[in-house]
């Protein structure tokens, strides 16, 4: 299991409220908001957030979807280099993976998450990251790494942005996606992009891992019922502002216990965005 150095993962009992009263390091952005995230804050060499869960998080089958997991790792893990790197520099995710430690239901209304970086160098960077329900459970472990480039123009500040609550049934109807399948292949489609934008004007890398998940988790289900133990995508390049996406699952292997799907994601122009693999496991309740 991952460590964060002095051991300290018990976020719950010391987040202090939800994060009230202490001034955050980050103000997340308005997809963050979207997703349930209320905040995040330094101690020491660790960042730590929270999010609020809901039916918004729900798959078809009344269980949280675990692709929901995608912005808020994606957030504590990116946020620990953004808000270090210098003022000339952007730091960019390519490539962000997730473990579920505990499969869903999770029976909590919020997650709290911590990350550190156990590495760091000039131009990429590693980070690790915990989420837990609100006993201190482990429910899943992350990593990400970045890259740092050369800042073309500065990104807008977040500004504060008030929590922003959703009122979607399930998964699919919060990200406004649309779900279709044949025999070989489960597509996750968005028509509409514009609202889930990071600070760069583009579309936010937790949104690809979500999508990726979901067509994975899909296709498992038609396939024997397997769910998913573990998520990576890489990011290969952005896609067109404002287009149109969808990623398409494929099955590598499916067995009784184990699974591999491929999926692909691609903006509306054809261009390839994103591969994630995605591995599927029988669970023994």
Same mark, same amino acid.
């Given at each position: ?12 009992? !010391? ?47 009344? @269980?949280? /979807? ?18 270090? @790197? ?29 990350? %550190?970086?156990? @590495?760091?160098? #000039?131009?990429?960077?590693?980070? /690790? ?37 959703? @009122? ?11 779900? !279709? !399948?044949?025999?070989?292949?489960? #597509? ?7 609202? %889930? ?40 390049? /952005? !896609? ?31 261009? /390839? ?8 496991? #029988?669970?023994?309740?």
């Amino acid at each position: 299991m991952f460590s964060s150095d002095s051991g300290d993962v018990g976020l719950a009992a !010391s987040d202090g409220g939800l994060l009230s009263g202490a001034p955050p390091d980050c103000d997340p952005g308005l997809v963050e908001r979207r997703f349930g995230v209320v905040g995040c804050r330094a101690e020491g060499a660790l960042l730590r957030s929270v999010m609020r869960t809901g039916t918004w998080m729900n798959d078809s089958s009344g @269980r949280e /979807q675990v692709g929901a997991l995608g912005v808020l790792l994606d957030h504590v893990l990116g946020e620990i280099f953004y808000t270090t @790197r210098a003022r000339d520099q952007w730091s960019l995710t390519t490539e962000l993976a997730f473990d579920v430690i505990a499969p869903p239901p999770w029976n909590t209304t919020v997650l709290y998450a911590v990350s %550190w970086v156990p @590495r760091g160098e #000039r131009t990429q960077g590693f980070a /690790q990251a915990e989420v837990m329900d609100d006993s201190g459970t482990l429910l899943a472990v992350g990593t990400t790494r970045i890259q740092y480039v050369a800042a073309s123009a500065s990104p807008p500040e977040a500004g504060h942005v008030g929590e922003i609550a959703s @009122r979607a049934a399930n998964f699919a109807e919060h990200l406004g996606i649309r779900i !279709s !399948s044949d025999t070989e292949t489960t #597509r996750v489609e968005l028509p509409d992009t514009q609202d %889930w934008g990071n600070l760069y004007g583009v579309l936010h890398g937790g949104i690809w891992a979500g999508m990726a998940e979901t067509a994975a988790a899909e296709a498992f289900a038609r396939r024997g019922g397997l769910r998913t133990a573990h998520v990576h995508v890489s990011y290969l390049r /952005q !896609s067109s502002p404002g287009a149109s996406i969808r990623v398409d699952a494929r099955p590598v292997h499916c067995g009784r216990l184990f699974g591999l799907m491929e999926v692909i994601g691609a903006d509306d122009t054809g261009r /390839q965005c994103v591969k994630a693999m995605v591995t599927g496991r #029988r669970y023994e309740p």
